[in-house]
C-alpha cells in the first residue's frame, strides 16, 4: 500500500468532538498498479477500529468523491493543520478538488445524507442514555450536513470547522429530549434552499482532469 493523502475527519475536525470521541482519520492509498491487472485485484478499501480508519484505494476514492460522498469529499478540503499524510500526488488531489464536484450530486449526496440521520432520529425517538446520546448525535450531524452541503453548493468550497460547535450540540441535545420538529423543520428548511439557491457548480464534473491524476498514480507505482 502506497499511502498518498491521510487526515483527521469527522468529528474532531468539525470542532463536535466530545471527551469521550473517537479520531475518525480517513486516507487514500495507491495500489501497486501490477496488482490491478492479476486474477486477485487488491481489496479497494481498508477499514480498521483500533484506531478508526478507513483508507480507500485511489480509484475507489475518485468514485467517491465525484458521486458527492459527503465523507470522501471533506478529505480534500480539510485545514492544513488537520493532514497526517501529505505527498506530491496528494497535494495534487487537492488542487483539483473542484474537479469533481457538481451541483446535482453535491445537492442530492448532502441532503441524502442528512435525511438518512433524520430517519435514524425518528426510529429512535427521544430516550435517555444511550438512545438520547444516540439520537443527539444523528442530529449533530444532521444539522452538520446541511450547513456544509449548502455551503458547498452556493459557494463551491466546503467548509470543515464549524463556526458554532456549541449550536450543533446543543441542537442535538434539544431534539433528543423529544424536540424532532426542530429537526424536520432544519431538513425542510435546507431543502427549499436548495431549490432557489443559484450554484456556481457545473452540471458535470472534470472527469478528464481526474482521469490524469489517476493515470498519473499508476505510472508512478507501476
Not at 17 to 33: C, E, H, I, N, W
Not at 62 to 72: D, E, F, Q, V, Y
Not at 96 to 125: C, M, P, S, W
Amino acid at each position: 500500500m502506497h499511502p498518498l493523502l491521510a487526515g483527521v475527519v469527522g468529528s474532531t475536525a468539525y470542532g463536535l468532538a466530545g471527551p469521550g470521541s473517537d479520531v475518525d482519520r480517513l486516507g487514500l492509498f495507491a495500489a501497486p498498479t501490477v496488482d490491478l491487472h492479476g486474477l486477485h485485484p487488491p481489496r479497494e478499501s481498508i477499514v480498521s477500529t483500533d484506531p478508526d480508519q478507513t483508507w480507500h484505494e485511489a480509484r475507489k476514492y475518485c468514485r467517491l468523491a465525484l458521486s458527492g460522498n459527503p465523507t470522501a469529499t471533506e478529505l480534500i478540503w480539510l485545514p492544513d493543520d488537520l493532514y497526517e499524510v501529505r505527498t506530491g500526488l496528494g497535494d495534487r488531489l487537492i488542487g483539483i478538488r473542484a474537479a469533481f464536484l457538481t451541483a446535482g450530486r453535491v445537492r442530492d449526496a448532502y441532503l441524502g445524507y442528512a435525511a438518512q440521520q433524520f430517519r435514524k432520529i425518528e426510529n429512535r425517538h427521544a430516550g435517555a442514555g444511550e438512545t438520547g446520546r444516540r439520537t443527539a448525535k444523528h442530529a449533530r450531524h444532521l444539522a452538520r450536513l446541511l450547513h456544509q452541503g449548502r455551503r458547498l453548493y452556493a459557494t463551491g468550497r466546503l467548509p470543515i470547522r464549524l463556526d458554532d460547535p456549541r449550536w450543533y450540540v446543543e441542537f442535538g441535545e434539544q431534539v433528543a429530549a423529544g424536540q424532532l420538529d426542530r429537526a424536520r423543520a432544519l431538513l425542510a428548511e435546507a431543502e427549499r434552499d436548495f431549490a432557489t439557491i443559484r450554484s456556481p457548480l457545473p452540471e458535470r464534473p472534470d472527469e478528464p482532469t481526474v482521469e490524469r491524476w489517476l493515470r498519473d498514480v499508476r505510472t508512478a507505482h507501476l
